[in-house]
């Protein structure tokens, strides 16, 4: 069963701690990206890796951290300098011959 | 800089009745454009794209879309709306395979029995 893989779906977070979001997939694609998604404000680019080792900034990528040691794996880690955390995150990955992206079924981050 | 623009937060339609969802796009070069389906607490769920070819693309679920160069609009379309396609629309353009998608803040469908 080829997909996106996101885990937890629900995430409780304390003031001061660093998180850190999973995001799997098996489809062999070489790009993957996180996305925050905040009620009418759209999808907003956190980070983005196009090769193994490798990744870029998004547009919002203060206070968030990612590695991508392997190819089927991008986790994201909230830390605690992101000031407002509490929001949804997506996890989305693209390649080979299909120029859309795939979706994770989200994370949604809660700060308590 | 790509950007979205979704002019509608809202959209209503009766059941049965044709539906339009309105997306433009500014790219340099030529664009990619994707419109996604959400539901609540859901990923998004890929409906239909444009690369090339025929101006009129469809879709998964009976959703069509035409791209129209000189306007540089995608506007999302169904002949008879179903209450079952009552979700959260987005419209997405990138400029070459592989670039992060950017996305349109998003038009809320509400299909009405």
């Known amino acids: 069963d080829g997909g996106i893989t996101q885990s937890p779906k629900y995430l409780f977070r304390k003031e001061g701690q660093n998180v850190t979001l999973s995001c799997e997939q098996n489809?062999?694609?070489?790009?993957m990206y996180w996305y925050r998604q905040d009620p009418g404000q759209g999808l907003r680019l956190i980070y983005y890796?196009?090769?193994?080792?490798?990744?870029q900034k998004g547009d919002i990528a203060e206070g968030y951290s990612v590695s991508r040691e392997k190819k089927e794996s991008f986790p994201l880690t909230v830390t605690s300098a992101q000031k407002n955390p509490t929001a949804f995150y997506l996890c989305?990955?693209?390649?080979?011959?299909?120029?859309?992206?795939?979706f994770g079924q989200g994370t949604r981050l809660t700060v308590v | 800089a790509q950007s979205v623009a979704q002019p509608e937060d809202q959209v209503n339609v009766a059941e049965g009745n044709p539906l339009t969802v309105k997306c433009t796009y500014s790219v340099s070069g030529n664009p990619y454009l994707f419109w996604y389906v959400q539901y609540p607490n859901r990923g998004l769920q890929f409906l239909l794209k444009?690369?090339?070819?025929?101006?009129l693309v469809k879709g998964s679920y009976g959703f069509e879309a035409e791209f129209n160069k000189s306007q540089t609009s995608f506007h999302l379309k169904k002949p008879s709306a179903l209450v079952s396609d009552s979700a959260l629309y987005f419209c997405?353009?990138?400029?070459?395979?592989?670039?992060?998608?950017?996305f349109g803040k998003g038009t809320r469908l509400s299909v009405i029995a």
């Open positions: 444009y690369i090339t070819g025929d101006n």
């Open positions: 989305a990955s693209s390649g080979g011959e299909s120029a859309e992206a795939f």
């Open positions: 997405a353009v990138r400029d070459m395979s592989n670039t992060p998608l950017v």
């Open positions: 890796s196009q090769i193994v080792n490798d990744f």
């Open positions: 489809l062999n694609h070489d790009a």
